[in-house]
Structures are given as C-alpha cells and as structure tokens.
Nanobody
Framework: QVQLVESGGGLVQAGDSLRLSCAASRQTFSSRTMGWFRQAPGKERQFVAAIRWNGDRFYADSVKGRFTISRDNAENTVSLQMSSLKPEDTAVYYC????????????????????WGRGTQVTVSS
C-alpha cells in the first residue's frame, strides 16, 4: 500500500506560478512511475505530467513548456512546478503512483496507476 498526500494548492491569478508537492509513504517509491492528473468540475480526469523511475518526463500538450515535474527519491516526493497559469488550469490536482517501466502511453493513462492521493485544489482567476 502506498499513501500519497498532496500539498501546495491554492488560489492564484493568471500568469502566476504554483508548486504542488506529493509525499509518498513507502520506499518502493523510487521504482515507480509517478503522475499528476487533474479534474475540473464537470469534466473527466485528465493527464497532466508523469515521471518514470529513471527520470523520463511526459507532459500533456496543454501544459508543455509551462509545467515541470520532478522527483526526489531520497525524500519520497514528487513535485509539479506550474508557471504561467491560466484559468483553464483550474482543477483538483491528484498525485498518483503506478508501476515500473511504463511506456509513454501507459504513463499517460490514469487506469495504469494503482494509488491516488486525495487531491489539492488549484484555482486560477483571470
């Protein structure tokens, strides 16, 4: 069992930056693909970013160039640095832990992730 706890959400203005963090409970963290997903009201959950055990990163087209995912295996944390935020980035952001050695398609699918945090709200005002 892996427990994930997100932090760092809040209310910001368009163009601002925000950093989300996710703390994982187990040492097997370092071998897992970690992902960030988001869900806006009335919409399906969508992929945002993922990072594999070896540091390979994947991003949704909508956030590429604005968001950066990183991980610290010594601290069992994964972060999402968000810049140039837009109102359409408003959503609940979820951290997720998956398996090892995911290919690109697997890393972007929420069904491939076994463990989820409770989410943190990000609201971007115009």
């Amino acid at each position: 069992q892996v427990q994930l706890v997100e932090s760092g959400g809040g209310l910001v203005q368009a163009g601002d930056s925000l950093r989300l963090s996710c703390a994982a409970s187990r040492q097997t963290f370092s071998s897992r693909t970690m992902g960030w997903f988001r869900q806006a009201p009335g919409k399906e959950r969508q992929f945002v970013a993922a990072i594999r055990w070896n540091g390979d990163r994947f991003y949704a087209d909508s956030v590429k160039g604005r968001f950066t995912i990183s991980r610290d295996n010594a601290e069992n944390t994964v972060s999402l640095q968000m810049s140039s935020l837009k109102p359409e980035d408003t959503a609940v952001y979820y951290c997720a832990a998956g398996g090892t050695r995911y290919n690109t398609a697997q890393a972007m699918q929420d069904s491939q992730y076994n463990y989820w945090g409770r989410g943190t709200q990000v609201t971007v005002s115009s």
